[in-house]
């Protein structure tokens, strides 16, 4: 086949795009993170701008750091579990309690301290660099609460309403802005769960793309909220909230469509990179990042030698470094890895 010179140049510009394309891609070198007692297993959450990195293994909190994983303890009871790390190594979370109640945490200098109250149920779900914290309190037979712990003193954030409807705070960013859900208003089901953000004590629902439900799971310094909500056919897509506006990052192509799952945006940092998870064309999830309206399958960013299916991405930090885990079996057991990036994308 003889190309005409307006044609190969046609053909020289397409192959040097595609070029480029594959220059920008990223890809990561793959660390276990094991587990404690012995075991391989273990659910990972957050991670800070040091790499460290916390969770729940073997049914307690713990701290990874530079290959050593440590047993953060707990309350006095059985169960802990680590939901954020900041960039001063503070760790929260919750914890059981001698009298078998569980209580929100705070973990700092090799002390767990009690946020909670007797009688009451707590969990600590998100911090900032500032030490304040978030996460929900409830009483016996009470719906839970959003609730800021601020200069040592726990405040009420409210919910959409009616009053005492619901509400979990899930994440802050350093200026004090927080990121969650709420459930109450009125609807023709009977009830809708709602992303919301409460910025100067003022709860605001955030939408949805479409359908009845969404859900927040991070909000990073510039305001930006990642998370999931319905489209009108009842299944979910990842959301990106920018300017007041929510984005919907799509799935990976041919992508399985179904009424409660799609794609969902766990973390987002301060590059607007979003990782999170999405349903393929065989209805399997796997975890992904989005970013320059791209979404990438971290599974194909991996040595394949690696052997791994890679299910969720949980957090990322400032550097590109990515939590991800492997679902192992149904009954959710699950293997967590650190991707640190190889090369990184043009700025």
Avoid at 114 to 132: H, I, K, V, Y
Avoid at 285 to 313: C, F, H, K, M, Y
Avoid at 319 to 329: A, D, K, N, Y
Wanted: aromatic share 4%; glycine share 14%.
């Amino acid at each position: 086949m003889v190309f005409s010179r307006k044609e190969f140049l046609a053909l020289f510009v397409l192959l040097c795009a595609f070029g480029a394309l594959a220059a920008e891609q990223t890809t990561y070198t793959i660390t276990d993170l094991g587990g404690l007692s012995g075991n391989k297993f273990a659910s990972a959450t957050s991670i800070n701008e040091a790499g460290q990195i916390v969770g729940i293994s073997a049914k307690h909190a713990f701290l990874w750091e530079n290959g050593v994983m440590i047993d953060l303890g707990t309350l006095g009871g059985n169960l802990s579990a680590a939901n954020a790390i900041n960039g001063r190594g503070q760790v929260v979370g919750e914890s059981e309690t001698a009298g078998g109640e569980m209580h929100a945490f705070l973990w700092e200098h090799g002390v767990m301290k009690d946020l909670g109250n007797p009688g009451e149920t707590s969990a600590a779900q998100g911090l900032n660099t500032r030490g304040e914290i978030v996460g929900a309190t409830s009483g016996k037979n009470v719906r839970g609460g959003a609730v800021l712990w601020k200069n040592g003193r726990k405040q009420s954030l409210g919910d959409l309403g009616p009053s005492g409807s619901g509400s979990t705070a899930i994440a802050i960013n350093d200026n004090g802005e927080v990121a969650g859900v709420s459930s109450g208003l009125a609807s023709n089901s009977g009830g809708v769960v709602r992303a919301v953000i409460w910025q100067h004590g003022v709860i605001r629902d955030i939408g949805t793309l479409g359908g009845l439900h969404s859900t927040a799971n991070a909000i990073n310094n510039r305001r930006e909220v990642v998370g999931w909500a319905e489209i009108g056919d009842q299944s979910t897509v990842a959301f990106l909230l920018q300017n007041g506006v929510m984005h919907d990052l799509g799935m990976l192509t041919g992508g399985v469509i179904q009424p409660g799952s799609g794609s969902q945006a766990a973390a987002v940092n301060e590059r607007g990179q979003v990782v999170g998870s999405s349903l393929n064309s065989k209805g399997e999830s796997r975890a992904v990042i989005w970013e320059n309206g791209n979404i990438v399958d971290l599974n194909d960013q991996i040595p394949a030698a690696a052997g791994l299916v890679l299910t969720r991405a949980r957090a990322i930090n400032n550097q590109g470094q990515i939590v991800v885990e492997q679902q192992i079996r149904a009954d959710s057991s699950t293997r967590s890895f650190l991707l640190t990036p190889r090369r990184r994308d043009r700025d």
